[in-house]
């Protein structure tokens, strides 16, 4: 019998002495949350419901015809979180990230490069150079990859903030197919891994957030469901009692047998 | 002639600024870059527009 399993109250343990550190940036939240394809008349309940305190950006062309901005829609003290997609190269990256620093809300950046336009894989070559030239720009440099331990550890050099793994294909709600190759980065890399792109239930986060992920990012999971805000508090669910499992430790596997949870005396039988 | 955003415009001779104040684009939610390099709001009111000049008006929309 374990009697030195308690460690933590587990209502003073994930949410309050556990911070989420990103380039010098606590957040209790472990939940990044996607803004694309989705209303912006939502927006607010979904980061209410998500509990979030990041919020995913993309820069595009501005539009005259539209009144609108989504600027209006976020609530007050989120942090926001550009990406750079539509970037096909380092370059790209930079000339976004900069354009996106311009329109004054703040130094953090997603890096996102895609070469490929079936499959939408980022391309770490680029991502690293990106990241070099970003992080040297005093920006919070959050790069998008597909999960390689090298390229982890050349974007650690890099100067990036924190490694956001693919868990599958943008958009696919796969979950966690590459979940070997993240738990390497969990184990080798000193920076939060956030897994970000794929993840399509809160099943899947919670998984990732068992394994030590340090947060996660999800977007269509959310703006492909049937309840917006009402799957916003589910991942947010999932994802503190993935990171309470982690913290706690998981209880061991049997390779083979069982192990009996009742004591193996005192049956009411005589024998 | 200039370029906003890839279409043709007559603005030449203008200010950005005086370009912007012809247009619906929200000046507080808009960056902008000139040939390439960006524009700080600061100098919208000095900048001028040229024949063959390039720019491209950006703002946040919704992404992952």
Redesign the interface.
Same mark, same amino acid.
């Given at each position: 019998m374990q009697e030195n399993n308690i460690r933590n109250n587990p209502n003073d343990n994930t949410l309050n002495n556990d911070p989420l550190t990103i380039g010098g940036h606590k957040f209790s939240s472990r939940f990044i949350l996607?803004?694309?394809?989705?209303s912006?008349h939502l927006?607010e309940a979904a980061v209410r419901d998500a509990g979030a305190e990041i919020i995913? /950006?993309?820069?595009?062309?501005?539009?005259?015809?539209e009144?609108e &901005?989504? /600027?209006d829609f976020i609530p007050e003290g989120v942090t926001?979180l550009? &990406?750079t997609?539509g970037a096909r190269n380092a370059q790209e990256a930079v000339?976004i990230a900069?354009?996106?620093r311009?329109?004054?809300?703040g130094d953090f950046v997603k890096i996102e490069i895609m070469r490929d336009m079936k499959y939408l894989l980022p391309d770490n070559a680029e991502t690293i150079k990106a990241t070099e030239i970003l992080a040297k720009e005093g920006f919070v440099v959050m790069p998008y990859m597909y999960p390689d331990l090298n390229v982890a550890r050349d974007l650690v050099n890099a100067g990036a903030a924190s490694i956001m793994p693919l868990a599958s294909p943008?958009?696919s709600n796969k979950g966690l197919t590459t979940k070997e190759f993240i738990q390497i980065l969990i184990d080798e890399i000193d920076l939060p891994i956030i897994v970000d792109?794929g993840i399509g239930a809160p099943s899947q986060a919670c998984e990732a957030m068992e394994m030590g992920a340090a947060a996660i990012?999800a977007?269509?999971a959310l703006a492909t469901a049937g309840d917006l805000p009402l799957m916003a508090s589910a991942f947010r669910k999932a994802i503190e009692a993935g990171r309470q499992a982690y913290l706690s430790g998981l209880g061991r596997v049997l390779v083979r047998g069982a192990a009996a949870s009742d004591p193996l005396t005192g049956f009411l039988r005589d024998e | 002639m200039i370029k906003v955003n890839g279409i043709p415009v007559e603005a030449e001779g203008k200010t950005i600024l005086e370009y912007l104040e012809t247009t619906n684009y929200d000046k507080k939610r808009i960056a902008i870059e000139r040939n390439g390099e960006i524009v700080p709001k600061a100098l919208y009111e000095s900048t001028m527009l040229n024949d063959g000049d390039t720019l491209e008006v950006v703002s946040f929309v919704g992404g992952g």
């Open positions: 996607g803004s694309g394809k989705y912006l927006i995913t /950006l993309a820069v595009r062309r501005a539009n005259t015809k009144q &901005n989504i /600027l926001l550009p &990406n997609s000339r900069r354009l996106a311009e329109l004054g809300c943008i958009g792109a990012m977007n269509t | -």
